[in-house]
């Protein structure tokens, strides 16, 4: 990902009602809370940050306790490619998991839970940046990814797994695993159900749609009779 310094480098953390913002300072490379703005107010307030395409925006990304995407996970990464396609700068995901109860457990005894519940949004803000700039090999890029249009007819397959990429295409008897967060979201947008874990899937596909960069990563426990590469 190259260096950080010398970015304008946020952490959101993105609520259907409001968002917490937190910055990097560069001088002492700490991530402070900035502050707390309506949602609805998130696109406007980015851009008068007078971001460039360089800089960083690191969004929390809502994924259950199990491991799924979800509704919210929807809602942050649509507001996420929102902000990329107005303003340009890079955006990526960290796993938000945990961050609220990691933020009470860090202040416990020192803080009132009140007072930590008024400004959560902000802390949480700060937690995702930290998680960020301790582990940036852990964080997810937002980038578009390429729709492959499929002509082929594919009737005669029983089941089918697609496995991390975008087709236009309704099957049946399909299932989707999307790890990518675009791909999760295109998926979503359209009515599509995916999931994020191998043990959601069956044990068999008579076809496997991926890419060739994914070959490799589809699980061994997996059985397929037919693989396709896009």
């Given at each position: 990902?190259?260096?950080i310094k010398n970015l304008k480098i946020y952490?959101?953390?993105?609520?259907?009602?409001?968002?917490?913002?937190?910055?990097?300072?560069?001088?002492?490379?700490?991530?402070?809370p900035k502050e707390t703005i309506p949602s609805e107010k998130l696109l406007e307030y980015l851009v008068s940050l007078d971001l460039n395409h360089d800089d960083l925006i690191v969004f929390g990304l809502p994924i259950?306790?199990?491991?799924?995407?979800?509704?919210?996970?929807?809602?942050?990464?649509?507001?996420?490619?929102?902000?990329?396609?107005r303003i340009g700068c890079k955006i990526y995901f960290v796993d938000e998991r945990?961050?609220?109860?990691?933020?009470?457990?860090?202040?416990?005894?020192q803080v009132s839970y009140k007072k930590v519940k008024r400004t959560k949004d902000q802390n949480s803000s700060v937690l995702i940046l930290s998680n960020f700039i301790q582990s940036p090999g852990n964080a997810i890029a937002l980038e578009e990814r390429e729709v492959y249009n499929l002509k082929k007819d594919?009737?005669?397959?029983?089941?089918?797994?697609i496995w991390d990429v975008p087709v236009n295409k309704e099957f049946e008897n399909v299932s989707i695993f999307a790890k990518d967060p675009w791909i999760f979201w295109h998926y979503y947008k359209k009515?599509?159900?995916?999931?994020?874990?191998?043990?959601?899937?069956?044990?068999?596909?008579?076809?496997?749609?991926?890419?060739?960069?994914?070959?490799?990563?589809?699980q061994v426990n997996i059985d397929y009779n037919e693989l396709m590469c896009l």
């Open positions: 990902m190259g260096t952490g959101i953390d993105y609520g259907t009602r409001k968002c917490g913002i937190a910055f990097l300072k560069q001088d002492i490379n700490i991530p402070l259950s306790m199990s491991g799924r995407y979800s509704k919210q996970s929807f809602l942050s990464i649509d507001e996420a490619i929102k902000i990329k396609e945990l961050t609220t109860s990691s933020l009470y457990s860090e202040v416990k005894g594919f009737s005669n397959y029983k089941d089918i797994l009515g599509f159900e995916s999931t994020t874990l191998i043990s959601d899937l069956k044990d068999y596909y008579d076809l496997i749609i991926t890419t060739k960069e994914n070959r490799e990563k589809i």
